[in-house]
Antibody
Framework: EVQLVESGGGLVQPGGSLRLSCAASGFTFSSYWMSWVRQAPGKGLEWVANIKQDGSEKYYVDSVKGRFTISRDNAKNSLYLQMNSLRAEDTAVYYC??????????WGQGTLVTVSS | DIQMTQSPSSLSASVGDRVTITCQASQDISNYLNWYQQKPGKAPKLLIYDASNLETGVPSRFSGSGSGTDFTFTISSLQPEDIATYYCQQYDNLPRYTFGQGTKLEIK
């Protein structure tokens, strides 16, 4: 059974940093692109970042470029999102997700990040 | 950037009704469009991929159609368990994605 379990969310002050983790199981993690998708409270879904199987290619939505870094450790079946210079508008539930040819077939349960003083 | 315009933003219908949601892309995206269902407090679930293909295990009352810039998602006979928010998502410019704004579906 495919499982994606996020952790690392919490309350952080504006300008602060946070690192999210996603533990993957039930599939060959190193064979798949991986994604982060977020959802602000009461709002819609927003794709945040993608990373290629070997980590050689990374893509970001414009609003997080230069502040967020997606990475992975295939030996640990883990995906990460390092978030720096956090802003109030980054407040959201962050989902770890597995895309397959453009369709996201598995999602984690999400972890809430709140940026507030 | 490709923009996705989804309508309506909310919809109220009765059990048994036929429900239709539309999604318009700002440029031709062929059939590179998916539809997701999200229930409150839950992660989204893929229902339709490549505009018209039903994901395994999804009831046949759900369907999708369209290509190019105009797409339609239909529930042929609304059931109480279909209450959710529905999103379209394009992937023409992989590996970047764009979601529509969502349609909140309620029971009348």
């Amino acid at each position: 059974e495919v499982q994606l379990v996020e952790s690392g969310g919490g309350l952080v002050q504006p300008g602060g940093s946070l690192r999210l983790s996603c533990a993957a199981s039930g599939f060959t993690f190193s064979s798949y692109w991986m994604s982060w998708v977020r959802q602000a409270p009461g709002k819609g879904l927003e794709w945040v970042a993608n990373i290629k199987q070997d980590g050689s290619e990374k893509y970001y939505v414009d609003s997080v470029k230069g502040r967020f870094t997606i990475s992975r450790d295939n030996a640990k079946n883990s995906l990460y999102l390092q978030m720096n210079s956090l802003r109030a508008e980054d407040t959201a539930v962050y989902y770890c997700a597995r895309p397959v040819v453009g369709s996201i077939d598995y999602w984690g349960q999400g972890t809430l990040v709140t940026v507030s003083s | 950037d490709i923009q996705m315009t989804q309508s309506p933003s909310s919809l109220s219908a009765s059990v048994g009704d036929r429900v239709t949601i539309t999604c318009q892309a700002s440029q031709d995206i062929s059939n590179y469009l998916n539809w997701y269902q999200q229930k409150p407090g839950k992660a989204p679930k893929l229902l339709i991929y490549d505009a018209s293909n039903l994901e395994t295990g999804v009831p046949s009352r759900f369907s999708g159609s369209g290509s190019g810039t105009d797409f339609t998602f239909t529930i042929s006979s609304l059931q109480p368990e279909d209450i959710a928010t529905y999103y379209c998502q394009q992937y023409d410019n992989l590996p970047r994605y764009t979601f529509g704004q969502g349609t909140k579906l309620e029971i009348k």
